[in-house]
Structures are given as structure tokens and as C-alpha cells.
């Protein structure tokens, strides 16, 4: 623990350039269970300016995914305040926040565009601007001929693919993505992290983006948010210097292992 | 032309074929006693020669089996569905259900005449209950399985509950329906033939058992043939309903016709 302590101050002084989008302050989660209650996320505070590619990393177990759900508004915490565009998220509001989750969790009864659809169903947007604004989304992330097919008709990759179109297609602020690509094999993990990238340039929104894994954390952010292992809380916080578009070569780069380096000196040290 | 080359299909047809000559050969070759046995053709000619008395039974069958259909399958789903997918009724229903099934609920047949008389009410009930707690417990079975990452990801687009459970909750089941409704059906026939072949005066079941006690075979297998012809409708029917509901089931045939995506009305001007 020793080491953490060392770098906690870095955390309050970092302030973001650009205007903030989300504030976190106090945050504090316990999840009551059997064997008694499990602090889950500990005094979390962070601040994500407009427009950037935040990654949150820590180990599994850590609480990224509840504190993903808390900002979604799925879940309550405990504790703290969550602010998007300077209002409090305490329901799941979709003009604001879209998520992506680690499985595509596609409606396998709908086809693909129908699931991008889908959001713009619920709110009872015309059939012709549904058509029109989910095609566009499914040409954004590259499907746009496979609108017509069904969930099982796709690979891994084309599904979280129309979940990531599905999840900008209300055209929110802010996409939250919770590890999308573990599920994923090596090669089209890549992929899909260049692609998203290039979704990310093409709408410019802002993004939260938990993983696991440092190098995806290091390619994709702008900057990187470390989380402790149980009671989850944040004891780093790193700009990612790295020139855009990134490529892979960067990542044998000496600022690339720097920074990965740094990154697992942190979640090393507590862990089981 | 071996059997494994052909189509599951014609083998099937086969099959029926081949029983279909047996029936009719064992019996006129006097390897089958005729009293055991009547030849298919005598039974044909037997039915039709009476085609008033079976078309009448025929229609007093068919009214049972619909109305204990509507009772033990709508029922079966409803209370299934309520059962399933609440944690508090489950607890406490479930094992009383369950061992309600274990008891042989023909024993209380004669019950149910003294109740509700020996005509058509009394079958009603009896196969109504029959064929209730199977598909009741079926159905609180697959409401369970329902993936819950579906109706969260519907929570994170704003669904309300309402739009939860008619748009996710209820597509999501239609395969645990549909199962219901098969099992239900088939024993719903059971039920209100068996009951009608115990103590009625009225039906197909009636039918087989008075011309048995009389002795004339060729009367009871053209009842045996018409309850046999009403179990392949149903089960006709239920096909037929399974083809529309399987276009998004993962290995679905090819020739089924899909639901219009609305990419066709403006998407594939662009995808051209
Ligand atoms: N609904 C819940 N009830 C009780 N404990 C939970 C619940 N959800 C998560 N937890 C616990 O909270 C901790 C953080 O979980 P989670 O947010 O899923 O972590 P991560 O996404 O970083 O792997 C874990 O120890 C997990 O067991
Ligand atoms: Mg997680």
C-alpha cells in the first residue's frame, strides 16, 4: 500500500483542459450480500472533460462496473454525487448517456438495424426516421449492408459493433463502454479498438471505457485512471502524450511502456 | 438407395408408408388376428360408413380439447410466468406445484364427474387441470432463463417497465411459450380422451370404449385413427407457428420467410 499512498496527490491536482462533462465527488458504494456488506468503490472523484477518451483500468473485482452502472444511472450508490452536463444522474436518462456493455446483449428477435432501432422505438420516434438514423449508425461502424441480418447471423465482432451503434443512435454526449472487447479474440480486439477510435474522431464523443487490459487502456485513452483493487478507488491518473491517430507501432514505443509500466506498478501491488 | 442418403423428410414419409401397408397386410395375410387387428381399409370403411356418429363425436372432442386448451395453456403461461419470474412466489409456490404434478390426477376423475356431471364439463376440468400444471411449471422454468443483461441493457436505453416486459420480457419468451403450449396441447388431447373413454356418453373416447365393449374392432381403430388424426393437427399447427417464431432462433430453416427489416423501405437506396 505503501506506493499508492505516494501517488495518490496526483489524483486532486490533474484538472481537465476542457469543460467538464462528468463530475464525480464522494463517491462511496457498498453492496450489502450474505457474508456481509462489500465495499465496493471507496471515496471515487473524477472529473472527464468534454470530448475525451477516458479509460478507466484496474483489476477484476475492483468495482469499474459499478461504477459505470452508478454514472449509466442503472444502479444507486451508496454515497456521493454523480453530475453529466452539470445534472445529477439518478435514473438511466439516454439523451445524455448511452452504454455499451461487455456482451453485445443484442435482441436476438430483432435484426441488426431493428436493434439500433430499438432505443428510438421505445420513444416512439416515426418508423421512417428510425430506418433513416439507424442506417446511418450501422454505416458508421462499417455494417452498413448487414442491417438486414439477425443477431446469430453475426460474428462477435459485428455484434459489439451494432451495440456500439445502438448505443450512439440517440446521439448522447457520452457513451460508457464497459470492457466491450474482453469477450473478444486477440486480433479482432485490435480491430475493433482502432475502429472505435475512429468512430470515436468521426462523432467526437465523449467516452468512459473500462478494461482490464493496460495496453488496450494505453492505445485508446487520452487519459488513464488507475483503480485499487476492493474498495475500489482511484490512485493514479495519467495523460496518454501519445500522437493520434495511434498505430500499432506506438505500442513498442519507450512512452507506450512507460506508461504501461506505470499503470502495473499500481495494480500489481495489491494483488490477490 | 440407402436410407442415410435420403432426406429426413422422405424417410419420414416412409415410415408412414410402411406402417400405413403394414396395417392393412398383417391382418389380410392372417398374421395378425382381424378382432386384434382390422385391416386399415375396413377400418376406413367402418368410420366413413358412420361418418355421422364420428363426425359428431369428432366435433364434441375438438370443443373439450379448446376449451381445457384455452384453461390449462393460457392458465399454465400466466400463472407460470408469474411464478417464474417473481423470486417471492417462486419460493413458496413452486414446490407446491411441483408436487401437486407427481400426483396421478386420473385417480380423481370419477371426483370430477360427480362435480361437474358426465358430459362435457366434467372433461373440461379434468383436462384442463391435467394439462395446466405441466405447462405452468414448464413455463416458470424458461421465464427463468431469460437473459436479465437484455432488460438491463433495455433499463439503460429509458425503457419503461411496461415497455420492459412487452418488449423484451415478452418476445424473450416466446420460445418457453411456445414449449408450453406444445406440452400443454398434447396432454390436453390425453386428458379428454381418457376421460371421455372412463365415464361419458359422449366424444371419441366414448366412442372406442363402447364399440370395444361390444367387441367390434373395426369401430374402435377408426376412433383410435381419428384421435391419432387430431394429435397430427395439432401438432401441424404448432409447426406452423414455430416456423414464424424461428427466423431469429439460430439455425432457423432457410425458406423461412423473414419479418420486413425497415432497412428495406429506406436503407438499401444507400447500401446499392
Ligand atoms: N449486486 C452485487 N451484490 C453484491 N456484491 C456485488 C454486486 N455486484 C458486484 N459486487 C461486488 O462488488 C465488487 C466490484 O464488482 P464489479 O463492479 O463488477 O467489479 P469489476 O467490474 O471491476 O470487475 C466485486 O467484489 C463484486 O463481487
Ligand atoms: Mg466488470
Not at chain 1, 67 to 87: D, E, F, K, V, Y
Not at chain 1, 180 to 192: S, V
Not at chain 2, 89 to 101: A, G, K, N
Not at chain 2, 239 to 262: D, F, N, S, Y
Request: charged share 15%; glycine share 10%; net charge positive.
Amino acid at each position: 500500500m505503501q506506493p499508492l499512498a505516494e501517488l495518490k496527490p496526483v489524483v486532486d491536482e490533474a484538472i481537465a483542459p476542457e469543460r467538464p462533462i462528468i463530475q464525480v465527488s464522494g463517491l462511496d458504494h457498498v453492496y450489502p450480500s450474505r457474508d456481509g456488506p462489500v465495499h465496493a468503490l471507496s471515496d471515487i472523484a473524477l472529473t472527464v472533460g468534454e470530448g475525451r477518451f477516458v479509460v478507466i483500468v484496474g483489476p477484476s473485482g475492483c468495482g469499474k462496473s459499478s461504477l459505470l452502472m452508478m454514472l449509466a444511472g442503472l444502479r444507486h450508490q451508496t454515497a456521493g454525487t454523480i453530475l453529466c452536463s452539470g445534472r445529477p444522474i439518478t435514473d438511466p436518462d439516454p439523451d445524455r448517456v448511452g452504454v455499451v456493455f461487455q456482451e453485445a446483449n443484442l435482441f436476438p428477435w430483432l435484426t441488426a438495424i431493428d436493434n439500433v432501432a430499438f432505443p428510438l422505438a421505445l420513444r416512439g420516434v416515426s418508423r421512417a426516421e428510425r430506418a433513416a438514423r439507424a442506417n446511418a449508425m450501422l454505416e458508421l461502424v462499417g455494417l452498413g449492408d448487414a442491417g438486414g441480418r439477425y443477431p446469430h447471423e453475426l460474428s462477435g465482432g459485428m455484434k459489439q459493433r451494432v451495440s456500439i451503434a445502438r448505443g450512439l443512435v440517440q446521439d448522447p454526449p457520452v457513451l460508457l463502454m464497459d470492457e466491450p472487447f474482453a469477450a473478444l479474440d486477440e486480433q479482432t480486439r485490435m480491430a475493433m479498438g482502432e475502429e472505435l477510435l475512429r468512430i470515436w474522431s468521426a462523432t467526437r464523443k465523449t467516452v468512459v471505457f473500462v478494461t482490464h487490459s493496460l495496453t488496450e487502456a494505453v492505445y485508446l485513452a487520452d487519459e488513464v485512471l488507475v483503480m485499487s483493487a476492493r474498495p475500489g478507488r482511484i490512485v493514479d491518473r495519467m495523460e496518454v502524450e501519445l500522437p493520434r491517430p495511434r498505430t500499432y507501432e506506438m505500442m513498442a514505443g519507450a512512452v507506450f511502456g512507460r506508461l504501461r509500466d506505470r499503470i502495473w506498478q499500481q495494480i500489481k501491488a495489491p494483488a490477490r | 438407395m440407402s436410407l442415410g442418403a435420403m432426406s429426413p423428410g422422405a424417410v419420414r414419409t416412409l415410415i408412414i408408408l410402411g406402417v400405413l401397408v403394414l396395417w392393412e397386410a398383417l391382418p389380410r395375410l392372417g398374421l395378425v388376428p382381424m378382432l386384434f387387428l382390422p385391416p386399415l381399409t375396413t377400418t376406413l370403411v367402418a368410420g366413413f360408413s358412420d361418418w355421422r356418429v364420428y363426425g359428431a363425436a369428432l366435433v364434441v372432442t375438438l370443443t373439450e380439447v379448446a376449451a381445457a386448451l384455452v384453461f390449462a395453456v393460457g392458465g399454465g403461461i400466466l400463472i407460470g410466468a408469474f411464478v417464474g419470474a417473481l423470486a417471492g412466489p417462486r419460493r413458496i409456490l413452486l414446490p407446491v406445484f411441483s408436487s401437486f404434478y407427481a400426483v396421478p390426477i386420473v385417480v380423481l376423475y370419477p371426483v370430477f364427474t360427480a362435480w361437474f356431471g358426465i358430459g362435457s364439463e366434467s372433461k373440461i376440468a379434468f383436462a384442463a387441470i391435467y394439462g395446466f400444471f405441466p405447462t405452468m411449471l414448464a413455463t416458470a422454468a424458461g421465464i427463468q432463463t431469460i437473459d436479465p443483461n437484455l432488460v438491463l441493457t433495455a433499463r439503460s436505453m429509458g425503457a419503461t417497465p411496461v415497455q420492459r416486459l412487452l418488449r423484451v420480457i415478452l418476445p424473450a419468451s416466446i420460445p418457453t411459450l411456445l414449449a408450453g403450449l406444445r406440452l400443454g396441447g398434447a396432454l390436453v388431447i390425453v386428458g379428454v380422451v381418457v376421460a371421455e373413454m372412463l365415464i361419458s356418453a359422449a366424444g371419441i373416447g366414448y366412442l372406442v370404449t363402447s364399440s370395444r365393449t361390444v367387441l367390434d374392432s373395426p369401430r374402435v381403430f377408426a376412433g383410435v385413427l381419428l384421435v391419432l388424426v387430431i394429435a397430427m393437427g395439432f401438432d401441424m399447427a404448432m409447426r406452423v407457428v414455430e416456423r414464424r417464431c424461428a427466423a431469429w432462433g439460430g439455425g432457423a430453416p432457410a425458406q423461412v420467410p423473414r419479418r420486413r427489416p425497415i432497412a428495406r423501405e429506406t436503407g438499401q437506396a444507400n447500401a446499392a
